[in-house]
């Protein structure tokens, strides 16, 4: 399975944007790019997924490299319930993926 | 609905003892399901994953099991737990076009 990595973790102010970061350089060209987020003693939430185009909905938006060799998630206006750990993962046809460790977002208020 | 129900939502097990962890699914027939564990502070380790009725693949060799004796009941069992079988067990089914995975609220084992 092609690999994702994130930074460990990162920090934010309550209500500004956060800019969550994830390459993929062996992406493959049919995976698709899906983000999910994990809070504690959770399991995870689907956030948001896309192939070639940036794409939005209400709880974030995507943005993808024309070389699609990595992607950001956007979170508009960061609030203390988005705390979470983020995966960025790659989805094949096949349906299998590997989740990483992620990145763990702290929201400071 | 994607409803995805699991049992036990905790469980405190000796080592050497036996495991039957169950999910089950409501919503459309034959979905692709998925186990998962997760260790304390890390990612997500797939375990099994099952296409339909019957059909397991396995990731990670273990001495876990799985089965899926009905369209929307995936199992997952050990004969003799290990220290090492602790951790967060999630159940998963995969939806949409891209894939989508929508999880299950998890079972936290303790292996004492």
């Known amino acids: 399975d092609a690999k994702t990595t994130q930074p460990n973790s990162m920090e934010s102010n309550e209500e500004e944007p956060v800019h969550l970061p994830c390459n993929h350089s062996?992406?493959?060209?049919?995976?698709?790019i899906h983000w999910y987020r994990q809070l504690p003693s959770q399991g995870p939430e689907y956030v948001i997924h896309g192939l070639t185009s940036n794409v939005n909905n209400r709880m974030a938006s995507l943005a993808i490299a024309e070389d699609r060799k990595s992607s950001t998630l956007i979170l508009h206006r960061a609030t203390l319930r988005d705390a979470a750990v983020y995966y960025c993962?790659?989805?094949?046809?096949?349906?299998?993926?590997?989740f990483g460790d992620g990145t763990t977002l702290t929201v400071k208020p | 609905s994607q409803t995805i129900h699991q049992w036990p939502a905790t469980l405190v097990q000796p080592v050497g003892s036996p495991l039957s962890l169950e999910c089950t699914v409501e919503?459309?027939?034959?979905?692709?399901l998925y186990w998962y564990r997760q260790a304390a502070g890390r990612g997500l380790q797939l375990l099994f994953y099952s296409v339909g009725i019957g059909q397991i693949s396995s990731e990670v060799p273990q001495n876990l099991s799985a089965s899926r004796p009905q369209d929307r009941q995936f199992i997952l069992s050990s004969k003799k737990l290990l220290l090492s079988d602790s951790g967060f067990y999630l159940c998963a089914r995969q939806a949409g076009r891209a894939n989508e995975q929508f999880f299950g609220p998890g079972t936290r084992l303790t292996v004492l």
């Open positions: 993962i790659l989805r094949t046809n096949a349906g299998k993926s590997t």
């Open positions: 919503g459309t027939s034959n979905p692709n």
């Open positions: 062996t992406i493959s060209g049919t995976d698709y």
